[in-house]
């Protein structure tokens, strides 16, 4: 099969055709995670036939023009693609009300661990 020519991640086109080691279609990309400010690849969200799966960047083994081939064969799929929440839950996780949560309970369980 040909792919075409390597391309950057950030030249990934949604819709992309995403395939396991072994040749077998896995999904298609839906859109592609990297950290900003640094411009560091994380990963690629796919829409698969069981939903939304996340695929970390050292799974990738080749990004081409046509196709995102990873470094696992398809049977071993279920085991490496994880699920993805939803960008509002990541955002609710962030809030404000969230993190003061989170820093009371850090505290309260660091009073508990000094009795």
Do not use: C
Request: hydrophobic share 35%.
């Amino acid at each position: 099969m040909d792919d075409g020519h390597a391309i950057s991640y950030q030249a990934l086109r949604r819709g992309t055709v995403v395939r396991s080691a072994d040749g077998v279609e896995l999904g298609k990309v839906r859109r592609v995670e990297e950290e900003t400010r640094s411009h560091i690849f994380d990963g690629i969200v796919l829409d698969t036939p069981k939903g939304r799966r996340f695929l970390d960047a050292p799974e990738v083994a080749h990004i081409a023009e046509r196709a995102v081939i990873t470094t696992f064969p398809a049977a071993e799929a279920d085991h490496h693609l994880t699920d993805v929440g939803s960008r509002m839950g990541k955002m609710a996780k962030n809030t404000t009300t969230a993190r003061r949560a989170k820093r009371w309970g850090r505290d309260l369980r660091s009073r508990w661990d000094r009795r």
